[in-house]
Every structure is written in structure tokens, then in C-alpha cells.
């Protein structure tokens, strides 16, 4: 079986799910990288160009090379299975493909984040009927990264019933029984609650709602410290704003990180403010929190939350930017410090035994097998019966936007 991930390019996200095929292909499994990373996610971190990853095939679709352009078309086209991220450059190619009847799963975020009164554009509807909805009967998936996806591809009538359960695989780290709670009890961090953020400010992950949550949990008489790691525009606002209130002295700005620095925060933090809305396509600072056992205060809006998130299972819910909902969930876990290990320890058992790399290659690989059988539902475009009822490749319910708490 011969797998292409076509992608615009390698991140620290992808490389988990990418070596899980690679360890089960081997030279079968390759990822095709079409363009380079920005700027902005480089200064973050997300440099993956330095890793030893020698399935990764480095081009650009656009390039004057011919010869890699060629090696890319030949791959794309001529593997068994392609996976299809976000890839501009390579669309026609992509299209191609699917025109000529061969197996492709669509990966995608929402295509109507900005609100679904949007599918009433024609020219909007034009596209995607071109890139999706006329290939219906086609052995075409979609592998929804996100939980509102299949809702927004509904409206276009693309992917009737063969839409599934996907998402992002960050690292997982395993612990030894007792090994979180031995790390969160005897960090130099301090007594109190720690709480932490995560990502960079920009409007839909609403930093806003930073000061006014540590205003308010002041006021509450809350022990705790919240701990910011990332930045961008607004920081300097937010520091002179917390500075003049003096509230200062319960958080602390880490600035960007590199991932392994983040996720060794998180082991020492107990509560995990999510404040994204629809915006966040999925988020993947939730994975490595509720991998980290942080308790989680999450809002309902961006994408990984109804995926991964159980409401008072293995984490706290609230509905879009509602900050006393939000305060109310964050400081019922910092004045119950039980149900907090509780709900940290259920999120760290939700990322190691289901959402992670290593489940979702192997499902993967098992639908895709059963798709590359003789007389297999991909020779009518449709998708083998139900296996998982949860989780990775599972069928998607198609969750209107947005979950109710």
C-alpha cells in the first residue's frame, strides 16, 4: 500500500501521525511538502526542517524545477491512497486525482468559519463544486479536522456519508501510574492553583479575556497563577492593563516557546484556559494540555472541543466568550482541587488510549485496506459499515455549530 501526504508544509503537529505510517510503510509512505513555512510559525518553533524526517519530500508545485514537479505529479497520482491537507499549490493536481477515480481523503478545518450564511455565494458554491461536491460518487473522504467541519460541507451537499472523525496528533507523552500528579504536587511553581494559556494573540483565540478572567478571579478571592505562553500584538496593552489594576503579580509571561518547553509548563500546571472561538480550526494545545492532565475550561466553539472534550468528564465547558461561564468553570476547579486531578487525569487518558498518532494511522490503515480490496466500497464511492463508534475514523455525528453545555 503506497501513502501520499500532500501538505503545504512539515509541522511539529504532523510528525507523530507521519511516522506512525512510516514505521507500518516504510518507503511506501511519503509526505510532499509544497511551500515553505511562514515566518510567524517559524519564530515559534514549528520549525520541522531540521528533524530527521527523510520521508519528506521538500518541492513546491509551482517550482521551474521539472523534475521535481514531475516526481511530485507522479506521486501524487500514482499512489494507492493520497491524503490531501491544505494545498493550494497543488489543487489541480489533487482534482485530477479524484477525477480519475482514485482513493483520496480530503483533510480540512471548517470552510466556513466566518458563519455558514456564507454558503449562499454563488461564486462561493461555484468553487466548491468544482474541488468537492461534484465528486459525490467518487472514492473521495473527507477526514474531518474538526467538529463543525462536516456540518459546513453538508451545506454544499459534498461527502454524503463519507465524512469522519480526524483531527491533529501533537506528541503524546506517556507517564507511569501516579507519575503527573507526582510532578504537578512537588513543582517550584508554587501553592496555589496554576493555571495556563497557551497560543498566540490574535482574535480568535480573544487574549482579551485574560485580564478580565484574572480581574474576576481576583475578585472572587481565588488562589492561583496563570502562566502565558506566547504573544504577539496586545501584549505590551495587556502587561500595562494587569500592571495598573495590580494584578500583575498573578501571571507571568513566557513569551513563544519551543513546543517541548510548552508541554513541560503544562506537566507543571493544573487548569488549561481555552478561550478560542470558531476561529481555532482545531487547536492543538488542547491535545497536549489533556495529555499534560491539566483540567480543562474550554470554550465550545473551536474545533478539537466536542471531539475531545466530555463536560464534567475530563474537563469544564462554556458557550462562546461567556466570561462568567468561563470564570465560574475556572474557579470551580481551583477551589476543588479533587475534581481537578480528576478531570485532568480522565483528559490524560482520553489523548493516550484514543486521540493520538499511533490509533489514528491504525485505523486509517484499516479503512484503507478495505477500501483497496476487490468489489470494496470504493468502487461505488462509499465508505466500509461503521467500525468505531468514537475517536479517529469514526463516522461523524455532523454537529451543527455550535454544542450546547
Not at 509512505?29 to 521538500?58: C, H, K, S, Y
Not at 461555484?126 to 473527507?142: H, M, N, Q, T
Not at 487574549?207 to 504577539?232: C, Q, T, Y
Request: proline letters at 5%; charged letters at 30%.
Amino acid at each position: 500500500m503506497k501513502i501520499t501526504f500532500l501538505s503545504n508544509y512539515m509541522n511539529h503537529h504532523q510528525i507523530p501521525l507521519c511516522r506512525a505510517l512510516r514505521r507500518e510503510l516504510g518507503d511506501d509512505f511519503i509526505f510532499i511538502q509544497t511551500e515553505p513555512m511562514e515566518e510567524e510559525r517559524l519564530r515559534m518553533g514549528w520549525n520541522a526542517a531540521d528533524a530527521d524526517l527523510a520521508f519528506v519530500l521538500r518541492g513546491d508545485t509551482a517550482s521551474s524545477d521539472e523534475q521535481l514537479r514531475e516526481k511530485i505529479r507522479e506521486r501524487v497520482l500514482g499512489c494507492d491512497i493520497l491524503l490531501a491537507g491544505w494545498a493550494p499549490a497543488a489543487a489541480d493536481l489533487i482534482v485530477e486525482r479524484v477525477r480519475a477515480g482514485k482513493i483520496t481523503f480530503r483533510i480540512s478545518e471548517r470552510i466556513y468559519k466566518d458563519g455558514q450564511w456564507k454558503a449562499i455565494s454563488p461564486r462561493g458554491l461555484l468553487s466548491k463544486w468544482k474541488e468537492y461536491s461534484r465528486f459525490r460518487r467518487a472514492p473521495y473522504y473527507l477526514l474531518c479536522a474538526g467538529a463543525y467541519v462536516a456540518s459546513d460541507f453538508k451545506l454544499i451537499g459534498a461527502f454524503p456519508r463519507k465524512m469522519l472523525r480526524w483531527g491533529y496528533f501533537p506528541q503524546v507523552r506517556t507517564y507511569a501510574e501516579g507519575d503527573l500528579q507526582r510532578i504537578k504536587r512537588s513543582r517550584p511553581l508554587g501553592e496555589e492553583a496554576q493555571l495556563i494559556w497557551a497560543g498566540r494573540f490574535v482574535d480568535f483565540k480573544n487574549p482579551w479575556m485574560i485580564p478580565e478572567l484574572v480581574n474576576r478571579l481576583d475578585d472572587k478571592g481565588a488562589s492561583f497563577h496563570l502562566h502565558i505562553a506566547g504573544g504577539g500584538e496586545g501584549e505590551e496593552e495587556m502587561r500595562r492593563s494587569l500592571a495598573e489594576k495590580g494584578l500583575d503579580r498573578y501571571v507571568t509571561f513566557h513569551g513563544f516557546m519551543p513546543p517541548d518547553a510548552v508541554r513541560d509548563l503544562m506537566e507543571q500546571c493544573d487548569i488549561h484556559v481555552m478561550t478560542s472561538d470558531a476561529g481555532e480550526g482545531w487547536g492543538a494545545v488542547l491535545n497536549e494540555s489533556m495529555n499534560s492532565g491539566c483540567a480543562v475550561a474550554a470554550g465550545t466553539e473551536a474545533g478539537a472541543v466536542p471531539y475531545l472534550v466530555r463536560n464534567g468528564v475530563n474537563g469544564l465547558l462554556y458557550e462562546h466568550r461567556d466570561l462568567e461561564a468561563l470564570t465560574e468553570a475556572v474557579l470551580r476547579l481551583v477551589n476543588d482541587a479533587a475534581l481537578c486531578e480528576k478531570l485532568g487525569q480522565e483528559a490524560c487518558r482520553t489523548v493516550t488510549e484514543l486521540w493520538n498518532a499511533e490509533t489514528a494511522a491504525e485505523r486509517l490503515l484499516q479503512v484503507c485496506d478495505t477500501l483497496l480490496k476487490e468489489g470494496s466500497p470504493a468502487a461505488e464511492g462509499k465508505l466500509p459499515d461503521p467500525v468505531w463508534q468514537d475517536g479517529p475514523m469514526s463516522r461523524d455525528p455532523v454537529l451543527r455549530p455550535y454544542l450546547k453545555v
